[in-house]
């Protein structure tokens, strides 16, 4: 899957416009006071992602040890307003969740607000709102939000 996601990008970053940014993302909510089936504790992702003018995918992993828990999948996404310092954007989600012996295929749909610090820098930091179709937990729909800081490792725009 890891080899599908990556060559379903490289014809996206080969081209010269827009950047490539890698980041991190954490779960405020869930480190703080815990979530609705475990006490406080950490999920994380990483992420490295292409932008090109109103278009971003990016690709991440996703761990959450304390329910035994990763995924890792795609995110394609709407860029509005991408020269400006507050970007909005909005897409969608294919993954698969990894669950002791098994793979579960999921959706979900995102809406994230970047915060770029000023045209010329190579660091955003953003939060991220997600609704996820959690087929491990009989396509129960769960929402989830995350802080996420990022790097960009071109800077052409």
Not at 49 to 60: Q, S, T, V
């Amino acid at each position: 899957m890891k080899k599908l996601l990556l060559l379903l990008l490289f014809p996206v970053l080969s081209y010269s416009q827009g950047f490539v940014w890698m980041g991190t993302e954490i779960d405020p909510r869930n480190a703080i006071f815990g979530g609705t089936v475990n006490e406080q504790a950490f999920d994380g992702m990483l992420k490295l992602g292409y932008r090109n003018g109103h278009f971003e995918a990016n690709a991440f992993y996703e761990i959450f040890p304390v329910i035994d828990y990763k995924s890792y999948g795609m995110n394609l996404n709407i860029v509005t307003r991408p020269e400006k310092i507050m970007v909005p954007v909005a897409g969608f989600q294919i993954s698969m969740i990894q669950r002791p012996w098994h793979l579960y295929p999921s959706l979900a749909i995102n809406a994230k607000l970047e915060y770029h610090f000023n045209r010329w820098s190579r660091f955003f930091i953003y939060l991220r709102g997600e609704s996820k179709l959690r087929s491990d937990w009989n396509d129960k729909i769960v929402h989830s939000g995350y802080f996420g800081v990022a790097y960009k490792l071109t800077n052409n725009k």
